[in-house]
């Protein structure tokens, strides 16, 4: 199996910035795509942002300019740098990781960290 473990979230003022990662370990043969997912009261959990192994970076139109997700592939750790924070971008922050656990099975499987809360104040 794959464990993921969030730091990193807590309270800020509005234009603060806050620095969350997520370190993944156990039975890894290798991950694909790494992310972040956040989840608001009473709103379904929306996609932040989203980094291949290669760099390649998607991300919310409501965060761009603002968040920067990057990730150090040795570490299996994926990062996400939140600059000009709004009260909005309150919400629990859930790292994810698309990975294989051996070799001998091809597919990749989702896995999801516990979430981390962020909240803004104004």
């Known amino acids: 199996q794959v464990q993921l473990v969030e730091s990193g979230g807590g309270l800020v003022q509005a234009a603060g910035s806050l620095r969350l990662s997520c370190a993944a370990s156990?039975?890894?043969?290798?991950?694909?795509?790494m992310g972040w997912y956040r989840q608001a009261p009473g709103k379904e959990r929306e996609l932040v942002a989203t980094?291949?192994?290669?760099?390649?970076?998607e991300c919310a139109d409501s965060v761009k300019g603002r968040f920067t997700i990057s990730r150090d592939n040795a570490k299996n750790t994926v990062y996400l740098q939140m600059n000009s924070l709004k009260p909005e971008d309150t919400a629990v922050y859930y790292c994810?990781?698309?990975?294989?656990?051996?070799?001998?099975?091809?597919?990749?499987?989702?896995?999801w960290g516990q979430g981390t809360q962020v909240t803004i104040s104004s």
């Open positions: 994810y990781a698309r990975a294989r656990i051996s070799s001998s099975n091809p597919y990749y499987d989702d896995y």
């Open positions: 156990g039975s890894i043969f290798s991950i694909n795509a």
């Open positions: 980094i291949t192994p290669g760099g390649y970076r």
